[in-house]
């Protein structure tokens, strides 16, 4: 069989987490298997859609390295496909055209929360032959009585639905436009999908599905509905819990592959391992090891994955995204290598470096003021020191600061701190030692006179 699954992401906002996911596990379980992924907008909501969230969804997958191979394929572009369809399912008997009212439906569900019953659309129309003159209609399923709708999940296994609990559900709006179940099959039919990987919250809409597929055709996708995620404190995954945008985090410093590690993770597993590359995600997802249980989203988890695939990038890479261009005098990979260590996102680790970008630093006021005059005495004192011994190697560096602050009768803090602030413009920056070995004696000097003098 050819395995070829879909991403079917609505343009009506940005792509939350748990869409995000739901890309992640189509496109693993294609590339796992040879398969193609189709990227499907489903946009027949028009009063909610819009061009800005269409786009946002094309840059956000591109940024995350979701790369598709067919699409995408506009539903609001295919009404054609969709009216046809709903013509041979009225012609066979499956679907008819209901003229009832809106005012009218109204009633019907006013009347039965007055009963205090659940309302059910009572079938007005579904025999009738004489359409009434301009009146506009829908198009109904004619649900089956008395049926069995049986599917499989790949995740939980057999299920079944009593046809007695769905109505005579719209699949043709009043505007012309197909509602979301009717569209939905109609594409993963027309695109011969073999596998539907989504959220556990579109099983509700499974057995709609089905009676569709079953009036139209033999086919049958597999199914697996996936997790939910939920914050920690066990309710639906929300803003509140840290969970926004995928561009947010983008904004925030985190990694695509930072991103899909977490989230791929988040329902799946591959015995203990957490982190992952792209390549070992690609050769080892597997349906069989998604996990039926809810997930829990953790915004320090998801930290801690971004800090440590910062570690894991090769330098080439994380220059590339960095947009950071150093000075002659210093070294990108070893500028990176001794930065990459202590930053948990990418806004950090560029901030702890914009002190590779010139000669000269211009001090902010505010951490200009934490250094006296006797301070400013010491460092140049200290930079004598150091160019009269030149030290090379990081242990000669180390060696050299502190026979100083031992000469000195000088704690470590009382030399580290105004020396990092002079020479990075900066308290929080790499170790001393590594900046002093990163920015050579000759720039050490330079910057010492031009803020001490």
Same mark, same amino acid.
């Given at each position: 069989?050819?395995?070829?699954?879909?991403?079917?992401?609505?343009?009506?906002?940005?792509?939350?987490?748990?869409?995000?996911?739901?890309?992640?596990?189509?496109?693993?379980?294609?590339?796992?298997?040879?398969?193609?992924?189709?990227?499907?907008?489903?946009?027949?909501?028009?009063?909610?859609?819009?061009?800005?969230?269409?786009?946002?969804?094309?840059?956000?997958?591109?940024?995350?390295?979701?790369?598709?191979?067919?699409?995408?394929?506009?539903?609001?572009?295919?009404?054609?496909?969709?009216?046809?369809?709903?013509?041979?399912?009225?012609?066979?008997?499956?679907?008819?055209?209901?003229?009832?009212?809106?005012?009218?439906?109204?009633?019907?569900?006013?009347?039965?929360?007055?009963?205090?019953?659940?309302?059910?659309?009572?079938?007005?129309?579904?025999?009738?032959?004489?359409?009434?003159?301009?009146?506009?209609?829908?198009?109904?399923?004619?649900?089956?009585?008395?049926?069995?709708?049986?599917?499989?999940?790949?995740?939980?296994?057999?299920?079944?639905?009593?046809?007695?609990?769905?109505?005579?559900?719209?699949?043709?709006?009043?505007?012309?436009?197909?509602?979301?179940?009717?569209?939905?099959?109609?594409?993963?039919?027309?695109?011969?999908?073999?596998?539907?990987?989504?959220?556990?919250?579109?099983?509700?809409?499974?057995?709609?599905?089905?009676?569709?597929?079953?009036?139209?055709?033999?086919?049958?996708?597999?199914?697996?509905?996936?997790?939910?995620?939920?914050?920690?404190?066990?309710?639906?995954?929300?803003?509140?819990?840290?969970?926004?945008?995928?561009?947010?985090?983008?904004?925030?410093?985190?990694?695509?592959?930072?991103?899909?590690?977490?989230?791929?993770?988040?329902?799946?597993?591959?015995?203990?391992?957490?982190?992952?590359?792209?390549?070992?995600?690609?050769?080892?997802?597997?349906?069989?090891?998604?996990?039926?249980?809810?997930?829990?989203?953790?915004?320090?988890?998801?930290?801690?994955?971004?800090?440590?695939?910062?570690?894991?990038?090769?330098?080439?890479?994380?220059?590339?995204?960095?947009?950071?261009?150093?000075?002659?005098?210093?070294?990108?990979?070893?500028?990176?290598?001794?930065?990459?260590? *202590? @930053? /948990?996102?990418? +806004?950090?680790?560029?901030?702890? $470096? =914009?002190?590779? #970008?010139?000669? !000269?630093?211009?001090?902010?006021?505010?951490?200009?003021?934490?250094?006296?005059?006797?301070?400013?005495?010491?460092?140049?004192?200290?930079?004598?020191?150091?160019?009269?011994?030149?030290?090379?190697?990081?242990?000669?560096?180390?060696?050299?600061?502190?026979?100083?602050?031992?000469?000195?009768?000088?704690?470590?803090?009382?030399?580290?701190?105004?020396?990092?602030?002079?020479?990075?413009?900066? *308290? @929080? /920056?790499?170790? +001393?030692?590594?900046?002093?070995? $990163? =920015?050579?004696? #000759?720039?050490? !000097?330079?910057?010492?006179?031009?803020?001490?003098?």
């Amino acid at each position: 069989m050819n395995i070829r699954v879909r991403f079917a992401p609505s343009p009506t906002g940005s792509l939350h987490l748990g869409v995000v996911r739901t890309a992640i596990f189509n496109y693993l379980f294609s590339k796992r298997n040879g398969g193609k992924l189709v990227l499907r907008i489903e946009d027949t909501d028009q009063e909610r859609s819009t061009v800005e969230s269409y786009n946002e969804i094309l840059s956000s997958l591109k940024w995350l390295g979701i790369d598709w191979d067919e699409g995408p394929y506009k539903q609001s572009e295919r009404l054609d496909i969709y009216n046809r369809y709903a013509e041979k399912l009225i012609l066979s008997g499956n679907a008819y055209r209901c003229y009832a009212t809106e005012e009218e439906i109204n009633h019907l569900k006013e009347q039965a929360k007055k009963e205090k019953k659940i309302y059910k659309y009572p079938r007005i129309w579904r025999d009738k032959v004489e359409p009434p003159n301009g009146r506009k209609y829908v198009v109904r399923f004619k649900c089956p009585d008395n049926q069995e709708i049986k599917f499989k999940d790949s995740l939980r296994g057999n299920i079944t639905i009593k046809s007695s609990n769905l109505d005579d559900f719209i699949i043709i709006k009043g505007d012309g436009f197909p509602t979301y179940n009717f569209a939905s099959s109609i594409d993963d039919i027309e695109m011969k999908i073999s596998n539907v990987i989504r959220g556990e919250d579109h099983l509700s809409n499974t057995p709609k599905q089905i009676l569709i597929f079953n009036a139209l055709s033999n086919y049958q996708p597999e199914f697996t509905h996936v997790s939910m995620i939920l914050g920690n404190d066990k309710t639906k995954l929300s803003k509140r819990h840290g969970a926004e945008s995928i561009n947010s985090f983008r904004e925030k410093g985190f990694l695509p592959i930072s991103i899909i590690n977490y989230l791929a993770r988040l329902g799946w597993s591959h015995g203990d391992q957490e982190i992952f590359s792209i390549n070992e995600m690609k050769e080892f997802f597997s349906l069989d090891n998604l996990n039926k249980s809810p997930a829990v989203f953790d915004i320090e988890k998801f930290s801690w994955v971004n800090s440590t695939q910062i570690k894991n990038q090769n330098n080439d890479s994380l220059l590339s995204q960095l947009d950071i261009k150093f000075i002659p005098e210093i070294d990108p990979n070893k500028a990176l290598d001794i930065a990459k260590n *202590k @930053s /948990s996102n990418m +806004i950090q680790l560029k901030e702890s $470096l =914009l002190f590779c #970008e010139s000669r !000269k630093i211009k001090l902010d006021q505010t951490l200009f003021k934490l250094i006296n005059n006797e301070q400013k005495s010491m460092l140049k004192k200290f930079s004598d020191y150091y160019i009269n011994i030149n030290p090379n190697t990081h242990d000669e560096i180390k060696t050299c600061f502190n026979n100083f602050l031992t000469a000195n009768e000088l704690k470590m803090k009382e030399l580290a701190l105004p020396l990092r602030i002079v020479l990075t413009g900066t *308290k @929080s /920056s790499p170790g +001393i030692f590594e900046i002093l070995d $990163l =920015l050579g004696a #000759e720039i050490i !000097k330079e910057r010492i006179e031009e803020n001490c003098s």
